[in-house]
């Protein structure tokens, strides 16, 4: 495994701890919907039991682990701290771009998510970002 390094500074490591650990606990699961089969389903709930709130973002708007859906990043009536991102890569910049119109603070690719432009284009905002990583692959790491 390579360590990038921001222009900051600071590396990719960092910036994953940083989002886990001080950007605030609610995260907009963009994807997430009630199939228990999807890995946004599993994830959203690894980042329940370590105290996130989650936000499913999904078309269909629906209730997953007790919390509201909403059919769009721009639907939520409170404030989203990152934006947790299940799409095609394809769709990843829009949403990306969507997080920092919304004033996310962060946003954060899954595995498979990489969109090299949204990402210059989200941090050049002043937003933290993680590309082709799992924030529930990552929480057990950090202790």
């Not at 606990?25 to 963009?30: G, L, P, R």
């Not at 708007?61 to 299940?86: C, K, M, N, R």
């Not at 004033?103 to 993680?130: N, S």
């Amino acid at each position: 495994m390579t360590i990038e390094t921001t222009s900051a500074g600071t590396t990719e490591s960092d910036t994953v701890r940083k989002i886990l650990t001080a950007t605030g606990d609610t995260w907009a699961v963009v994807g997430l919907s009630s199939n228990r089969s999807r890995a946004a389903y599993g994830v959203a709930a690894e980042l329940r039991r370590h105290g996130k709130r989650i936000v499913p973002v999904h078309p269909k708007a629906e209730t997953v682990h007790g919390e509201q859906g909403y059919a769009s990043l721009a639907d939520i009536p409170f404030p989203v701290d990152v934006v947790d991102v299940f799409v095609n890569s394809e769709h990843a910049g829009q949403i990306a771009d969507e997080a920092v119109a919304i004033g996310a603070k962060a946003v954060w690719f899954q595995l498979g998510v990489v969109d090299e432009d949204a990402y210059a284009r989200t941090r050049a905002a002043g937003l933290d970002m993680v590309m082709d990583r799992c924030p529930a692959i990552e929480i057990p790491l950090l202790d």
